[in-house]
């Protein structure tokens, strides 16, 4: 099973639907930035956190750069849902401006 790839600015436009965006990294990752409208569930505590999840939207997977959230994508599209995955993750989300939060106002993408 194969999962779609959708670019940051695809990314945004499908969030203006029913989409919801999940941020796989670590809380630090978190904190130094972050899509306002994302949830973080760290991918090693994904699977604890399936029953909170809606099965009748689609969800955006994301992290730093898209390998992280390509495996929490395949594990939830393996589990019944519906969803893709962010190329580029949320350094490709910053490199396009979208809106972000962080700590500073300024987000640290190593």
């Given amino acids: 099973m194969t999962v779609r790839e959708v670019s ?3 990314a945004t436009e499908l969030l203006d639907g029913d989409t919801i965006l999940i941020d796989v990294r670590q ?4 904190n ?7 949830t973080l569930i760290p991918l090693a505590e994904l699977a604890d956190h ?3 999840l809606p099965r009748d939207r689609l969800i955006i997977c ?11 994508a395949s594990f939830l599209q393996e589990q019944g849902f519906d969803t893709v995955n962010l ?10 401006d979208l809106p972000f ?10």
Wanted: hydrophobic share 35%.
């Fill in 101 to 110: 939060e962080s700590d500073d106002g300024e987000p640290t993408i190593e």
């Fill in 62 to 72: 994301a992290c730093r750069s898209g390998g992280r959230s390509l495996r929490a």
């Fill in 87 to 96: 190329t580029g993750g949320m350094m490709a989300w910053f490199s396009e």
């Fill in 27 to 30: 809380e630090n990752e978190w």
């Fill in 8 to 10: 940051a600015n695809e």
């Fill in 50 to 52: 399936l029953d909170e």
């Fill in 32 to 38: 130094a930035g972050h899509a306002p409208m994302a």
